[in-house]
């Protein structure tokens, strides 16, 4: 079983006493501010930062836009508070050239960050889709019962208490797993159940 230092497990919510991990909303619709994240980088909580809209679905890509959206994200970053960025996808973005490509330019966009994808259209879990983001270093953000990696970070979304087992299955290769689940109170009972054995102390030094 892996060890407390490669697992945090958080929420889409605000910061719960408990939780290491959150995730981050606003950010598809508004970039974040750098005082703003300067401050939530002086505290033990990491983030998912979704990536915005503009750049996602509506595939705008100007230079200007990007240089803004990173400027926020650079305080996290730096004091190593930046869990992953998150390219998420609605359900029909398929596997197909212009979408590979397009992801693609996100990578090189932003390369700086450790991304992840997120695109529920099972035409990802292809042997050729997989090998795409193999070979470009982005994480594969697993739903429902997958348990697939493509890099050294492992991400799962959770909706009830039957991941456990999904969560070890990815963990135990991965050198660092994210799990955001549905609500914080999830997230705690998961946390609860994974490390029942484990003094709470451990988990809160993952962040260290």
Same mark, same amino acid.
């Given at each position: =079983? ?18 290491? %991990? ?7 619709? =508004?970039?974040? $501010? ?18 915005? *809209? ?6 705008? =890509? ?11 994200? +650079?305080?996290?970053?730096?004091? $190593?508070? %930046?869990?992953?960025? %998150? ?7 398929? &596997? ?9 330019? %996100? ?32 994480? &594969? ?26 969560? *070890? ?25 994974? +490390? ?13």
């Amino acid at each position: =079983m892996t060890t407390p230092s490669r697992l945090l497990i958080g929420a889409a919510a605000p910061a719960v006493h408990g939780l290491e %991990l959150v995730e981050v909303v606003s950010s598809q619709r =508004m970039p974040l $501010r750098a005082a703003t994240t300067a401050k939530w980088s002086q505290g033990p909580i990491q983030y998912v930062v979704r990536l915005g *809209r503009q750049f996602t679905e509506q595939r705008l =890509m100007a230079p200007s836009a990007i240089a803004v959206f990173k400027e926020g994200l +650079w305080p996290l970053l730096r004091a $190593r508070k %930046l869990a992953a960025l %998150l390219l998420r996808f609605p359900a029909d973005f398929a &596997f197909q050239r212009s979408n590979r490509d397009h992801v693609l330019a %996100l990578r090189r966009a932003f390369h700086e960050f450790p991304l992840v994808l997120e695109a529920p259209h099972e035409s990802w879990l292809e042997d050729e889709a997989q090998a795409v983001l193999i070979d470009h270093r982005i994480a &594969f953000a697993n739903s429902g019962a997958t348990a697939r990696l493509t890099n050294g970070l492992g991400f799962i979304r959770v909706n009830d208490r039957a991941a456990v087992d999904q969560i *070890r299955r990815v963990s135990r290769f991965a050198d660092r797993t994210l799990v955001i689940a549905q609500t914080p109170e999830l997230a705690c009972d998961l946390k609860d159940e994974m +490390w029942s054995a484990q003094p709470r102390l451990d988990f809160a030094r993952a962040v260290a």
